[in-house]
T-cell receptor, first 112, second 111 residues
Framework: NAGVTQTPKFQVLKTGQSMTLQCAQD?????MYWYRQDPGMGLRLIYY???????DKGEVPNGYNVSRLNKREFSLRLESAAPSQTSVYFC???????????FGSGTRLTVV | TQLLEQSPQFLSIQEGENLTVYCNSS?????LQWYRQEPGEGPVLLVT?????EVKKLKRLTFQFGDARKDSSLHITAAQPGDTGLYLC???????????FGKGTKLSVKP
């Protein structure tokens, strides 16, 4: 029962470095999401993909790009990391509207 | 902009006490969900409610969706240390592809 798998679990980057966070789900879900969670700010949507082949900006998309590689995989890329991007990143998926999310266990990213 | 306000932000109680967490908005939602998150893990879905006035029970947890579908509550009876965690409510709008999350209620249940 893998569900949603995120890699890596932890990462430290230097300012200006780039990296890609990987997310894969094995539940045949149509929609996938990337959120960041910061103390006092709650979960904020970065980007989402309602279905394979589509992506849309969320509340805080600046500094990020995404790729919906296929139905299973949705990656998040930081092209030039900044300290403000230090956060815990969660990938989630669901089968459709009015259904709940299944979350991954998160990536804790620190940018120094 | 749709917002979900959760209260209280923090709650520290003794084992065996009852508690209620609230989730309020000025917006109407087509569905509302509750999640629990433990440290170092992603949120886990507890329940989804979709009908105004709907009440769902999950063992000692009771969830209610307001008649106007703008608010919800989570009531825990006889809390146990295993209930400790961050409780998040999230609202969905049918025309939008994502959920709006409240900032959460951090619950600590002491033995």
């Amino acid at each position: 029962n893998a569900g949603v798998t995120q890699t890596p679990k932890f990462q430290v980057l230097k300012t200006g470095q780039s990296m890609t966070l990987q997310c894969a789900q094995d539940m045949n879900h149509n929609s996938m999401y990337w959120y960041r969670q910061d103390p006092g700010m709650g979960l904020r949507l970065i980007y989402y993909s309602a279905s394979e082949g589509t992506t849309d900006k969320g509340e805080v998309p600046n500094g990020y790009n995404v790729s919906r590689l296929n139905k299973r995989e949705f990656s998040l890329r930081l092209e030039s990391a900044a300290p403000s991007q230090t956060s815990v990143y969660f990938c989630a998926s669901r089968t459709g509207v009015n259904y709940g999310y299944t979350f991954g266990s998160g990536t804790r990213l620190t940018v120094v | 902009t749709q917002l979900l306000e959760q209260s209280p932000q923090f709650l520290s109680i003794q084992e065996g006490e009852n508690l209620t967490v609230y989730c309020n908005s000025s917006s109407v939602f087509s569905s509302l969900q509750w999640y629990r998150q433990e440290p170092g893990e992603g949120p886990v879905l507890l329940v989804t409610v979709v009908t105004g006035g709907e009440v769902k029970k999950l063992k000692r947890l009771t969830f209610q969706f307001g008649d106007a579908r703008k608010d919800s509550s989570l009531h825990i009876t006889a809390a146990q240390p295993g209930d400790t965690g961050l409780y998040l409510c999230a609202g969905g709008v049918r025309s939008q592809g994502n959920l709006i999350f409240g900032k959460g209620t951090k619950l600590s249940v002491k033995p």
